[in-house]
Nanobody
């Protein structure tokens, strides 16, 4: 059974930093068929893609709104995907979700989400 568990959210002041973690079980994050992403959803808005890292190349992509501030990475030994968020803005406030796309099985897996609130 595949399970993704996010952590690391919280309340931070504008300009601050947070690191989100997504621990995967039942799914090796290094699998060549997987792409790992972070999405977010703010109240009243649609869920949007924030960042993605694609196996096996490790190539990354970012939403324009977070380029230069957020970094997605993975630690195969810990079976964990991270999202380092710097220079946070109030508009970054949202629930952040970890996603794994299995391109071989054409299956999406989601975590339960972690709340990030940027406010003074």
């Amino acid at each position: 059974q595949v399970q993704l568990v996010e952590s690391g959210g919280g309340l931070v002041q504008p300009g601050g930093s947070l690191r989100l973690s997504c621990v995967a079980s039942g799914l090796p994050i290094s699998s060549v068929y997987l792409s790992w992403s972070w999405y977010r959803q703010a109240p009243g808005k649609e869920r949007e893609l924030v960042a993605r890292i694609r196996n096996p190349s490790g190539s990354t992509m970012y939403a324009d709104s977070v380029k230069g501030r957020f970094t997605i990475s993975r630690d195969n030994a810990k079976n964990t995907v991270y999202l380092q968020m710097n220079s946070l803005k109030p508009e970054d406030t949202a629930v952040y979700y970890c996603n794994a796309l299995d391109r071989a099985r054409v299956t999406n897996y989601w975590g339960q989400g972690t709340q990030v609130t940027v406010s003074s």
